[in-house]
């Protein structure tokens, strides 16, 4: 399999899985994206049936690695990636009522979905890294949930050092203690004085240093990384295999922000899997759902809201989208991206709306309606759920369709990870799972620097390992 760009025009300049994995983002800017999609038949999904988690990541993901692991090496990887995860199914379906389904994705190392990926991700940095005798240096900033996801996965790895940017004492801190009680020699925490997009601006900085770029082999871990929306596919087909797939159609809800998880759920239809609908959920910050009802992908203002994972202006896979369905066309994307970046306002056109309207539902849900669906979910169906999984569970139950077709909502956080806000609507405190348990007794290490980009750099550059 070769992976080519959003935004290219050179079909020639196509790079194999562990290139696009290391690359991350393609130096035009574009995302990089299988060159076809692969496809199962019913019969081969059928057989799928009664596979462990890691057994049936190996299938799926077998067909868009290609010649960069055999399969021996990718069934290793994904059986020590989610061996840690807290529960044997890795990704169990809790049934809510007669057709609505919670899919729990936080059952690893830091309680929301992202460890799924990660996990494997960082696994797959060490081994790629090895072959080729490299070294990377991954930097981030992080509002909360990614940081922590990341450092999880690579904490201990060979070949790969992380530096953690986060703005000081605006994490929660059960967000900074599963970042800095991490204690691995190759994982470097940073408390920056300064906002989240003061962080994230430094960091970006980084990348187009020329005294950083130069040395070091520098990568991001959001997710633009194909491999980990390719990891993401898989419990879409998890889920749907445990309701009767390929032989009965499934919707799936997804609490949605950077759109790497639902895409995750248009490639496993692309593949073949019977999804009946996708249902977009976002909260206040709706760009996507302005996008998907009325054609209008524009940036608004940011407005924080209780599930801070949503909370965002621009959505990074939805050009992945937008390419798929207007005909593949690299250079018109990059036209038309560039014109975004320039207005932050983008009008889809016909074809592309057409296309979307065919498989996803977009869904806007309030504060008021997210605090409903907590407190639904715990009064009706004796279950707590998290803020985020609240918006994919409104959108489910609000979304009009064929009532013999099971709903699955994406549960991506665990609730004890948004103790207050589960609080605030359901009465009830959510505990810490007992594999987080004791974070407030661990040692934490961190280093806390002004927000000024010289010195975060140079703190950085003395601690990364050259790149040979
Ligand atoms: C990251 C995140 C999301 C949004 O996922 P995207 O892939 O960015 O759409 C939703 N819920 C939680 C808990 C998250 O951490």
């Not at 809800?253 to 895409?263: L, Q, R």
């Not at 073949?272 to 609908?277: F, H, M």
């Not at 979304?399 to 605030?424: N, Q, S, Y």
Request: aromatic share 8%; glycine share 8%; proline share 5%.
């Amino acid at each position: 399999m070769r992976y080519i760009s959003t935004r290219g025009s050179d079909r020639h300049a196509s790079l194999d899985f562990e290139a696009a994995t290391l690359a991350g983002l393609a130096p035009d800017g574009g995302l990089y994206m299988p060159e076809e999609w692969p496809r199962f038949s019913q019969a081969e999904i059928a057989a799928f049936a009664g596979l462990s988690y890691a057994e049936l990541a190996t299938r799926v993901m077998l067909p868009f690695v290609g010649d960069s692991l055999t399969r021996h090496e990718l069934a290793d990887l994904s059986t020590r990636a989610y061996a840690r995860f807290a529960h044997a199914a890795v990704a169990p379906l809790t049934q809510l009522d007669h057709r609505h389904f919670l899919l729990e994705l936080f059952h690893g190392p830091t309680l929301a979905f992202k460890d799924i990926a990660l996990q494997l991700l960082g696994r797959l940095f060490e081994h790629f890294l090895k072959e080729r005798d490299g070294h990377l240096t991954v930097i981030g900033a992080t509002s909360g949930d990614t940081g922590s996801a990341a450092i999880d996965a690579v904490a201990g790895r060979e070949r790969v050092d992380i530096f953690m940017l986060h703005p000081e004492g605006r994490v929660s801190p059960v967000q900074r203690r599963q970042m800095t009680t991490v204690l691995s020699p190759n994982v470097h925490n940073i408390a920056v004085e300064g906002s989240f997009d003061e962080a994230q601006a430094h960091v970006k900085r980084m990348f187009t240093d020329p005294a950083m770029a130069g040395r070091f082999h520098l990568s991001a871990v959001n997710s633009i990384n194909w491999a980990r929306l390719m990891a993401q596919v898989v419990y879409f087909f998890a889920a749907a295999l445990r309701l009767g797939a390929p032989h009965r159609e499934v919707a799936f809800a997804v609490p949605t922000g950077n759109f790497g998880d639902v895409f995750a759920g248009y490639v496993a239809a692309r593949m073949g899997l019977p999804v009946a609908r996708l249902i977009v959920a976002t909260n206040v910050n709706d760009i996507l759902h302005r996008a998907l009802s009325e054609g209008d992908y524009s940036a608004g203002t940011l407005t924080p809201t209780a599930a801070p994972s949503m909370d965002i202006q621009v959505s990074s896979n939805f050009e992945r989208l937008l390419f798929d369905l207007s005909g593949r066309d690299g250079a018109a994307i990059a036209a038309r991206m560039r014109g975004f970046e320039e207005t932050r306002a983008m009008s889809l056109t016909p074809a592309q709306r057409e296309g979307a309207a065919a498989l996803f539902t977009s869904v806007r849900v309030d504060p008021l309606d997210m605090a409903g669906a907590m407190a639904w979910a715990q009064g009706e169906c004796g279950e707590l759920i998290d803020p985020h999984t609240a918006i994919g569970l409104h959108a489910a139950r609000a979304v009009d369709l064929d009532p013999a077709i099971p709903v699955v909502t994406l549960a991506t956080a665990h609730p004890g990870k948004f103790r207050d806000a589960v609080e605030r609507a359901t009465g009830t405190r959510p505990s810490l799972p007992a594999r987080v348990g004791d974070l407030f007794g661990r040692e934490e290490r961190c280093v806390t620097l002004p927000s000024n980009y010289a010195a975060i750099r140079d703190h950085i550059a003395a601690l990364a390992t050259p790149s040979s």
